[in-house]
């Protein structure tokens, strides 16, 4: 908790007791639920879901532009990023997007536990949920980890962010060329490159950059 306490701060997000009494929560629930449900890897240490997951899903705090707005997370397996953000920032409405049923029903129970509010829970494809209107433009923040390739999400992201909104990738050491594959289409889907920024994961040192995207 110390780790998560400090490590959090050290990057301008402060938890209250009741938060963190929410991350003990959840990794208790996390641990309980993994053999069966394969949430994260069974060879993890606690340590290691509290830096690879917690706050790995934290560092996109400090950037997103509106802490009471509309957040979709595409793929969020067992609720990452999407539940340390709505956490750390009560105030966020969060849609979690899942496509297995057995992660959504953990999902589902996690929230109820950890009695997060505003939230919704959806077992869908993205496919799917790209043919419905209701969701078109909808969401001042995108986020997806580890779910989708960067031009796949990008072209599912262009059609759920609002006109002012931000599509956030997060990758590691080899966001360049993944950035380069995708610069001459990135004006094709109406986006554009608005923010690089890189930092180290603590105690592991692994490195991170989160990819800002926003319509032209
Ligand atoms: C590797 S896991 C990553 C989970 C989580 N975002 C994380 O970082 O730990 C990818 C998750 O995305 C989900 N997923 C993959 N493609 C999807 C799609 N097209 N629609 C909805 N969910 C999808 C999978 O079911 C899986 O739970």
Not at 73 to 96: A, M
Not at 146 to 169: C, D, N, T, W
Request: aromatic share 10%; proline share 4%.
């Amino acid at each position: 908790m110390r780790l998560l306490r400090e490590s959090a701060a050290g990057f301008g997000v402060f938890l209250s007791e009741e938060q963190l009494n929410s991350f003990r929560f959840y990794y208790r629930e996390l641990n309980f639920w993994n053999a069966r449900f394969n949430l994260v890897a069974s060879t993890e240490s606690a340590a290691d879901v509290f830096v690879k997951h917690f706050l790995d899903s934290l560092t996109l705090v400090p950037y997103l532009p509106a802490p009471d707005g509309h957040l979709i997370d595409i793929g969020t397996g067992g609720g990452f990023p999407g539940i340390p953000l709505k956490i750390s920032l009560p105030g966020l409405k969060v849609t979690l997007l899942e496509a297995s049923r057995k992660k959504v029903s953990f999902l589902k129970s996690l929230c109820r536990i950890l009695k997060l509010e505003e939230m919704s829970i959806l077992q869908e494809r993205l496919e799917d949920l790209l043919k419905d209107e209701f969701y078109r433009n909808r969401f001042e923040m995108v986020v997806s980890r580890a779910a989708l390739k960067l031009p796949e999400y990008l072209q599912a992201g262009k059609e759920l962010v609002s006109p002012s909104g931000r599509i956030f990738a997060m990758k590691g050491a080899g966001y360049r060329e993944e950035l380069a594959d995708v610069s001459e289409a990135l004006a094709d889907w109406d986006l554009c490159l608005a923010d690089v920024h890189t930092l180290a994961l603590p105690e592991t040192g692994d490195f991170r950059a989160i990819l800002v995207f926003k319509k032209l």
